[in-house]
């Protein structure tokens, strides 16, 4: 399962077509690494799937027992009021056949606001521990896709909203911040396009895998800041200078430290 995420993170998300910041691939790998770590159950589902992009990289997470749900409007395109994307079934499925074969998803052919939490729930066959949100980008189907979202989690989940800070659609970020106003999951990461929440309980588990993954790593930069009265970690590329590189490299750390004794 391992082996194929990291397949699919090194090159073939490349070739699925759709709108996705590499980075955000490490950062959920990192989160699902929590969640094995800390036994925490689920499947993984997403509204917006389009042709698979963010999808697969969710289904190749999946253990045993665990299945994956799809929601998305695909040829009923007058349901896609806003244009926000235009999904296509039969791209879909032989992206996933391509390169999540073993991992057959749930697909359900619906505008999400008319399903409720009972309902995904039976379709994932659990509640939810990863959940995408990147449907129809109005306010008002953003915070109810949210709110039906965060009734689905399960205790540990994660909820990662798109486009929340996209200039193009403003919509997405006026309905974040009206389901951050009374809804009960907070953001924890900002980063990649992506915004990622989960129960408060749960922010400082997930900040701290967060934060060792950057400092590990020359790809990701982070700082702190505060979004809708919340400690968020930013997340960005950012340039590195020599010594910082030189920091990160594990030979040459070896090197400094003979040297300087």
Known sequence: MKQSFGLYRA????????????????????LDSVQHRSEIPGGVAEI??????????LQLLLRDEQSALAIDVFGDQHLNVDESGEGDRDKFLANTQRWASTNKPVVHQADSTTLDSAAVKTLVGSPVRLFSVDGGHTEEIVCSDMTLAEACLTPGGVVIADDVFNERWPGVSVGTLRYLENGGLAPFAIGFNKVFLTQPEYIGLFQQAIEHKCDSTVRIALEYSIYAGHKVALLFRAPRTPRQLLRKNRVARMIYFRLKK
């Open 11 to 30: 090159a073939g998300h490349r070739f699925v077509e759709g709108w996705l910041e590499p980075e955000v691939l490490d950062i959920v790998h990192t």
């Open 48 to 57: 917006g799937v389009h042709h698979g992009k963010f999808f697969i990289a």
